[in-house]
């Protein structure tokens, strides 16, 4: 069964701090992974998106990496901030030609001052 | 360029009442998606279009939930009759058909549903 899951569930840390989210995949066969980023009553904006070819992609403070042999990602924050509190999804697209995806739990994160 | 609009954003609806929702694309997008969200969970892909065309609605529950996309643009999502457990919220989608695969799909702010 094709399956994204994310750890930790949620996570606190103090404004300023680095942190790092963790994300596994069945997903067979794999097109590319999303790290989404969901404010709350909003819907989610993407972060960063990789290819199977890709190891790893930045976007500002945002910096996702990607080991498809083992199906690990992670997410890493650097010096958080407020507006970094939300949830942060994992997404996998399933199959070679379709945008068909498959959403993990998130990991609930709040950055406190 | 404007985003992905969806009415209403909330609604709170007594169980077996109908209800629905209504999601404007970014102008341009061909494809189209509704997803549940159910609290604490990731979104769930309930239906996909292109154009006016049904892509993917294997996860819709067909009883009860129904959607269209007339002229390829506007979509509505409809739920007759509701029952508690569709208590979530319905998120609309959009994306461009590329060339590549990794084409973005932008999200709307959702529609909370409090069925009761």
């Known amino acids: 069964k094709n399956q994204v899951e994310q750890s930790p569930q949620s996570l606190i840390i103090l404004e300023g701090k680095n942190c790092t989210l963790q994300?596994?995949?069945?997903?067979?066969?794999?097109?590319?992974l999303r790290w989404y980023k969901q404010d709350t009553g909003r819907g989610p904006v993407s972060l960063t998106i990789?290819?199977?070819?890709?190891n790893t992609k930045s976007n500002g403070r945002y910096t996702a990496t990607l080991d498809a042999d083992t199906k690990q990602s992670s997410l890493h924050i650097t010096a958080s901030q407020l507006s970094d509190s939300a949830s942060y999804i994992c997404?996998?697209?399933?199959?070679?030609?379709?945008?068909?995806?498959?959403f993990g739990t998130g990991t609930r994160l709040q950055v406190f001052p | 360029e404007a985003g992905v609009a969806q009415s209403p954003r909330y609604k709170i609806i007594e169980k077996r009442q109908s209800v629905a929702f209504w999601c404007n694309p970014i102008?341009?997008?061909?494809?189209l998606y509704w997803y549940q969200q159910i609290l604490g969970q990731g979104p769930k892909l309930l239906i996909q279009f292109q154009n006016n065309g049904v892509v993917d609605d294997s996860q819709l529950p067909k009883d009860r939930f129904s959607a269209e996309r007339l002229k390829g643009v506007d979509s509505t999502l409809k739920i007759q009759p509701a029952k508690l457990e569709d208590s979530a919220v319905y998120l609309c989608?959009?994306?461009?058909?590329?060339?590549?695969?990794?084409?973005?799909?932008?999200f709307g702010p959702g529609t909370r549903l409090t069925v009761t």
């Open positions: 990789m290819t199977f070819s890709e």
């Open positions: 997404v996998v697209s399933e199959g070679r030609n379709t945008d068909k995806l498959i």
């Open positions: 994300c596994n995949y069945t997903v067979s066969p794999f097109s590319n």
């Open positions: 989608a959009s994306s461009l058909v590329g060339p590549t695969l990794s084409y973005e799909q932008y």
């Open positions: 102008s341009g997008h061909a494809t």
